[in-house]
C-alpha cells in the first residue's frame, strides 16, 4: 500500500514556473514507477510525465516536452515535477500516482496502468 499526498500548487501568471512535489509512504519507494497526470474541468485525466522506478528513464506527453521535468529523490521517497513556460492551458488539478513494478526501468503512460493516486493539487495558470 502507498499513499500519496502532492503539494506545491498554486496560482501563477503565464509563463512564470511552478514545482510541484509527491510524498510518498512506505519503504519500497524505488520499486514503484511513477506518473503525473492532470484534470481540467469538464475533460478526461491526461498524461503528463512519468519516470521509472530507479529515476533513469523518463517520458513526457508532447505538450509538456522542453517545459516540464519529472525527477525522483528515492531517498526522500519524493517524486518532482518542475514546471516552466506555463501557459493558462495548463490550468489543471495535478495528480501523483504510483505503479508498482518489479523492474526499476519501466514507466507508465496511461490511467489505467497505476495503482495508487494522490489527492491532487491546483495549478491554475492565469493570462
Known sequence: QVQLVESGGGLVQAGGSLRLA???SGRTFRG???????????????FVAAISGDGGVTYYADSMKGRFTISRDNTKNTVSLQMNSLKPEDTAVYYCAARRSDSGIYYYTNVDEYDYWGQGTQVTVSS
Open 22 to 24: 509527491c510524498a510518498a
Open 32 to 46: 514503484y514507477a511513477m506518473g503525473w497526470f492532470r484534470q481540467a474541468p469538464g475533460k478526461e485525466r491526461e
